[in-house]
Every structure is written in structure tokens, then in C-alpha cells.
């Protein structure tokens, strides 16, 4: 069976993410199978699960760059991103951080370190409106300044215990799709997919695509990727929204309705409840 990290149990996310799974975290571990060995988790995003199950063995993946980038610079350079991000702290004014947003409009963030990088990625996180990731067609960051009164920016308790948890445990990087994060994967791996949602109003034809540029064609290569993975032996756990393409996609499947609703739009005005399910390609008794 899969030990635990043991040494410093108090591991949390590094950052705020938007689909972020820290109140599904009790239904979640619930469902996940009586043993296995290597933890894949290929929509990693700020890790909820990741961090609290701290396994020994992992393979964790975002196609996102900046936060895999982040993740990266945590394992390998952590006082050098503690020391950056204290100087964003000293600094922090919304002027300092339209400053420093804009530098993927000037092309000054091409000459930036990987350490410049993901200090101004946590700083923007941490400051910005509702601690949201959105950038326009361009690939800039667009999020406005928002209203934190003392935002802990400058985190360095958690970034060396998350260091410590990278370097001490076998925990691989990447940074690609999600079916690349998987080819590893063999008998008694467990997988967990978190991928954006399908959205509420779509029908099984949709076409639209959410702001992660997922649509309907990438949750059909997950459903068979799901599949295909559940006949190598490999364990795999999966989270949705519950509409009836998700249930018409796992119908051969287990699938756990969520009782309790939570919120999912990070936009407080537009903060809406909706069912999820938790898909499993094992029973669970
Ligand atoms: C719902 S979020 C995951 C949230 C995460 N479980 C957490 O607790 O924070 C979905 C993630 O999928 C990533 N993503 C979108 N398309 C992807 C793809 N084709 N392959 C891998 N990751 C992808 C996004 O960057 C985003 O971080």
C-alpha cells in the first residue's frame, strides 16, 4: 500500500485556483481505492488532493505553463522565490502590480527567470480580483487589481514545506496534455481527473469550448482515455459537474452523486450552486 509523507503533514496549495478542490476534499478521499501505487494526477491545478494526500510516488501535470513553471521553481530554487516574492510584498500597490502585469504586453517577460516568472504569477494570484488565472486571446494576463487589505504573499512556511514534499518524495513534473501525463500509468496506479467541467446548459452536440479552450472532443478523448486506462488495471477516479452528457458519458461506469452542492463561479455576484459527481472505475464498498 501507498505510504504517506509523513514528516510535515500540513501541506496546502502554493496558490488559489479556480476549480480548486478543497471543499470536495472529504467526498474525494472517501471514494479513492483501499490501495495503490503511483498517484497520477493530470489536471493538477493548485493540487488540493495532491497536497493532502502527499503520496510517496506521484506524476502531476498542468497544461498551464506558469503554473507548472511555479511548481518547478519550488522544487528547484524555493529561497529564490521566497526572496522575490518578498520584495512584491514590500512593494505590493495596485500600481506595482498593473506595473508588473503588464510586463506580457512590453515582451519583458521573455527576459525574465523562471524565478522572475512564478513570483510574478503567485504575487498576481495572491493580490488580483478573487485570486483568479484568466489571460485574453493574446495570452496576457487581463485580471483586475483586487481588494485584499493584507494579502500573505510572501508565504515561506508553505513554499519550503511543498519544497520538501518535491524534493524528499518522487514527485515528476510536466507539463503537457493530459493523455501524455498518463502513458506512464500501469496496474494499480490510481489516477485522478479533475478536468474543466462540462458545462451546465450544453447538450451532447456542444460545441463551445470553456475558457481552458476544453470542449466537447477533449471530454470525449478523456471518457475513452478513462476507459482505456481502466483496462490496463490502472484506478481512475474522475470529477464533473452532473448534467446528463456527463451521466450518458460514464454510464458503464460508477458514478457517486455529491450531495452537497457547492459554488463554483468565482465571480461573487454570479456565485451559483451545482451538483458534481465523482466517477469511479472501481466499486467502492
Ligand atoms: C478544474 S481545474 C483543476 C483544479 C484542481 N483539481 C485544484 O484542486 O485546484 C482544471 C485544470 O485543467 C487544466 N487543463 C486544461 N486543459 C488541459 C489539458 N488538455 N491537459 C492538461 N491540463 C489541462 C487547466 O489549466 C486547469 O488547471
Given at each position: ?9 500540513h ?9 480548486g478542490?478543497r ?10 481505492p ?106 496576457q ?10 494579502p ?55 460545441t ?12 470525449l478523448?478523456l ?17 464533473n459537474?452532473?448534467?446528463p ?8 461506469a ?6 452537497a ?25
Open positions: 500500500m501507498l505510504k504517506t509523507f509523513t514528516k510535515t503533514p501541506l496546502k496549495p502554493v496558490t488559489k485556483w479556480v476549480g478542490k471543499q470536495l476534499l472529504k467526498e474525494l478521499t472517501a471514494l479513492l483501499a490501495e495503490y501505487n503511483r498517484y497520477f494526477e493530470p489536471f493538477v491545478g493548485g493540487g488540493a488532493l495532491l497536497f493532502d494526500l502527499a503520496p510517496q510516488t506521484a506524476v502531476i501535470n498542468d497544461l498551464n505553463p506558469e503554473l507548472m513553471n511555479l511548481y518547478q521553481v519550488i522544487k528547484d530554487t524555493p529561497d529564490q522565490l521566497i526572496a522575490c516574492l518578498e520584495q512584491h510584498q514590500l512593494h505590493n500597490s495596485k500600481d506595482y502590480y498593473l506595473e508588473l502585469r503588464s510586463a506580457d504586453r512590453d515582451g519583458r517577460i521573455d527576459q525574465f527567470s523562471m524565478v522572475e516568472r512564478a513570483a510574478r504569477f503567485v504575487y498576481m494570484l495572491k493580490v488580483d480580483f478573487n485570486g483568479i488565472y484568466r489571460v485574453n486571446s493574446k495570452g494576463f487581463n485580471v483586475p487589481y483586487g481588494r485584499y487589505v493584507h500573505k504573499i510572501a508565504d515561506r512556511e508553505n513554499i519550503i514545506t511543498v519544497h520538501q514534499f518535491f524534493k524528499e518524495q518522487q514527485i515528476t513534473l510536466l507539463n503537457s496534455d493530459f493523455a501524455t501525463a498518463c502513458e506512464t500509468a500501469t496496474a494499480h496506479d490510481l489516477v485522478y481527473f479533475d478536468p474543466p467541467y462540462i458545462p451546465l446548459t450544453e447538450t451532447a452536440n456542444f463551445s469550448y470553456t475558457k481552458d479552450g476544453f470542449g466537447m472532443a477533449d471530454q478523448r471518457r475513452d482515455l478513462f476507459f482505456d486506462l481502466k483496462q490496463r488495471g490502472v484506478q481512475v477516479m474522475l470529477s459537474s452532473d448534467t452528457v456527463t451521466r450518458k458519458l460514464y454510464q458503464s460508477t458514478i457517486h452523486t455529491v450531495s452542492s457547492r459554488a463554483i463561479n468565482s465571480v461573487g455576484s454570479k456565485r451559483g450552486k451545482v451538483g458534481e459527481v465523482i466517477i469511479t472505475s472501481y466499486d467502492h464498498s
